[in-house]
C-alpha cells in the first residue's frame, strides 16, 4: 500500500492530471485564462522535477537483485561399446 501510494506521488502522469484539473477549475470559477494557465505551469514546473527526483531515489533504495543464469548441463560422453 505504501508503495503504492509513493508510486502515485513521483508519477508525472498523476500530476499532470492535478495540473489539468486546477487548471479546468480556475477557468470555471471563471478566473483569468491566462492566470488559469500560469498556475498550472507552475504546479508542474515545480511538481515535474521533485517528482522525478524521489522517483530516481526510491528506485535507488530498492536492492540489486541479479540473476545469473543457469549454465547449460554438459551432455555425459557417451560410453561406447
Known sequence: MKNDIIYKLISRKFWAMIAMFV???LIFLKVDKSTAEEIGSL???AVAPVAYIL???WADSKPITIVEADEPEEKPP???E
Open 55 to 57: 522517483g530516481e531515489a
Open 43 to 45: 504546479i508542474m514546473m
Open 23 to 25: 487548471t479546468a477549475l
Open 78 to 80: 557417451e560410453e561406447e
